[in-house]
């Protein structure tokens, strides 16, 4: 009886160590690498419920957020902005 | 879409670091790695220029072609990205990168060098578009928010110009072709009236 539970404890103990040594995937899921188009949004942070998308675009649609995107790179030139 | 490009305006540059800052904030970048640095060329002498450096994110990225195990790749919009679960860890990047882009966290799954870590673009990796995953491994997603990189709409005098390379080489052309030298500089009649540069001013004094 003793010695059944030690080596059920023993059992435990080694079970205990070894998940210590598990770890995450070093490949992606499908072994390839992907990534989601920039213009499907990053919809709501699921933590904050906070939306950080900038207003006037549509997400999902590509030509907007290229629209986008060359509107915000235009509003770095201040000769546009200013004169 | 053309693609994505950083261009600096060493002329502009005032070396406030503001870039490296905005890009440590918003993707909570670790101590001890910059993904963004100012660098200084004849620091303290006439002349001096400062340029902000980071991943060039390379048409022929030499990174992508040293890289042991094939973590990189490239997205449609010309941003180099890798992917960290694949990563790992050897340092071949950082030393074929002309950039010096290529950072390694001091605390990591591989104890002295850890996986590496580089400047995406604000275009987040291969997670899901805005997940904690994501964020946690590469930063804020701002492409996929609409937005460019933090640190060059955070410039304050815009010399760090990110976004469409048809755009930003039209943006630089058309400062380099306005801004000229003194008094033709531009902001100098706001700054300093019609006054020429170098010239007395006029008006009696009493």
């Given at each position: 009886?003793?010695r059944?539970?030690?080596?059920?404890?023993?059992?435990a103990?080694g079970?205990?160590?070894?998940?210590?040594?598990?770890?995450?995937p070093q490949?992606n899921?499908?072994?390839?690498?992907?990534?989601?188009?920039?213009?499907?949004?990053?919809?709501?942070?699921?933590?904050?419920?906070?939306?950080?998308?900038?207003?006037?675009?549509?997400?999902?649609?590509?030509?907007?957020?290229?629209q986008?995107?060359?509107?915000?790179?235009?509003?770095?030139?201040?000769y546009?902005?200013?004169? | 879409?053309?693609?994505?490009?950083?261009?600096?305006?060493?002329?502009?540059?005032?070396?406030?670091?503001?870039?490296?800052?905005?890009?440590?904030?918003?993707?909570e970048?670790?101590?001890?790695?910059?993904?963004?640095?100012?660098?200084?060329?004849?620091?303290?002498?006439p002349?001096?220029?400062?340029?902000?450096?980071?991943?060039?994110?390379?048409?022929?990225?030499?990174c992508?072609?040293?890289?042991?195990?094939?973590?990189?790749?490239?997205?449609?919009e010309?941003?180099?990205?890798?992917?960290?679960?694949?990563c790992?860890?050897?340092?071949?990047?950082?030393?074929?990168?002309?950039?010096?882009?290529?950072?390694?966290?001091s605390?990591?799954?591989?104890?002295a060098?850890?996986?590496m870590?580089?400047?995406t673009?604000?275009a987040?990796?291969?997670?899901a578009?805005?997940?904690?995953a994501?964020?946690?491994?590469?930063?804020?997603?701002?492409?996929?928010?609409?937005?460019?990189?933090a640190?060059?709409?955070?410039?304050?005098?815009?010399?760090?110009?990110?976004?469409d390379?048809?755009?930003?080489?039209?943006?630089?052309?058309?400062?380099?072709?306005?801004?000229?030298?003194?008094a033709?500089?531009?902001g100098?009649?706001t700054?300093?009236?019609?006054?020429?540069?170098g010239?007395?001013?006029?008006?009696?004094?009493?």
């Open positions: 009886m003793r059944a539970a030690l080596t059920l404890f023993a059992l103990s079970a205990l160590l070894l998940a210590a040594c598990t770890e995450k490949t899921a499908e072994g390839v690498k992907h990534d989601a188009v920039p213009w499907s949004g990053t919809g709501t942070q699921a933590n904050t419920g906070t939306v950080f998308t900038a207003p006037g675009w549509k997400v999902g649609d590509k030509t907007a957020w290229e986008q995107i060359k509107l915000r790179s235009n509003g770095q030139n201040e546009t902005r200013e004169n | 879409m053309a693609r994505m490009k950083f261009v600096c305006d060493s002329e502009r540059c005032i070396e406030c670091n503001g870039c490296v800052t905005a890009c440590k904030n918003e993707n970048v670790p101590w001890g790695v910059n993904r963004r640095r100012v660098v200084t060329l004849n620091d303290g002498l002349g001096e220029k400062s340029i902000s450096v980071a991943c060039m994110h390379c048409s022929d990225a030499p992508m072609a040293v890289c042991p195990v094939q973590c990189f790749y490239r997205t449609d010309g941003v180099v990205l890798h992917d960290k679960d694949v790992i860890g050897c340092g071949y990047c950082s030393y074929a990168c002309p950039f010096g882009a290529p950072q390694f966290p605390q990591g799954t591989f104890g060098r850890g996986k870590d580089k400047c673009f604000c987040g990796g291969p997670e578009n805005g997940s904690e994501e964020f946690e491994k590469y930063g804020r997603n701002r492409l996929a928010e609409g937005k460019l990189p640190c060059a709409e955070m410039c304050s005098t815009k010399a760090l110009l990110a976004g390379g048809d755009v930003v080489a039209d943006i630089f052309r058309t400062r380099v072709l306005h801004r000229g030298t003194g033709e500089v531009w100098w009649g700054a300093y009236g019609s006054q020429q540069a010239t007395p001013p006029t008006g009696d004094k009493k």
